[in-house]
């Protein structure tokens, strides 16, 4: 139990160092970069929870497809590759306490809705025909809206790409 402790603790160490370069680096690519960190952690953590097949499809859809949607993106709107000043204002004071706010506004929501609440010892593992059940009956409308969202943000910038 506490090497599993340990380890969690150094993946979400990585994942929230990560998630922090994601909004502060001023290199859009970099940026997506650090995605990948973030995202290969949560792929860990499922691995982690005995979710072997979740981890799987965490790494190929959202570090296979999404990530590479991201960067086809940037290099179809032609996005600045380098650093750019631009990117930065100075309104990091006022990021820091909303951020905090809506740490603590969440915090206390799900203190409140699961503060008492324990979490079952036994080891259920979930087959992968569940897992499939689970998305293409009872969350089909989220998955379509998703994969509708996807398509319109990459027909959009092809749009954008081909207005010169």
Do not use: C
Request: proline letters at 1%; zero cysteines.
């Amino acid at each position: 139990m506490l090497a599993q402790n340990v380890i969690f603790g150094a993946i979400a160490l990585a994942m929230a160092a990560a998630a922090l370069r994601v909004v502060t680096t001023k290199n859009i690519v970099h940026a997506a970069l650090y995605l990948v960190v973030v995202l290969a952690g949560v792929a860990a953590l499922y691995i982690l929870l005995a979710a072997e097949f979740t981890a799987v499809v965490q790494v190929l859809v959202y570090i296979g497809a999404i990530v590479v949607l991201f960067l086809f993106g940037i290099m179809l709107t032609r996005a600045p590759i380098g650093i750019t000043s631009d990117l930065d204002n100075n309104q990091r004071g006022l990021a820091l306490v909303v951020s905090l706010f809506l740490f603590g506004v969440l915090g206390a929501v799900l203190n409140d809705a699961y503060g008492s609440t324990k979490l079952a010892s036994d080891n259920v593992i979930q087959k992968s025909a569940d897992v499939g059940n689970s998305i293409f009956q009872d969350y089909v409308i989220p998955f379509e809206v998703i994969s509708i969202l996807l398509l319109a943000a990459l027909i959009g910038a092809v749009v954008i790409a081909r207005r010169d």
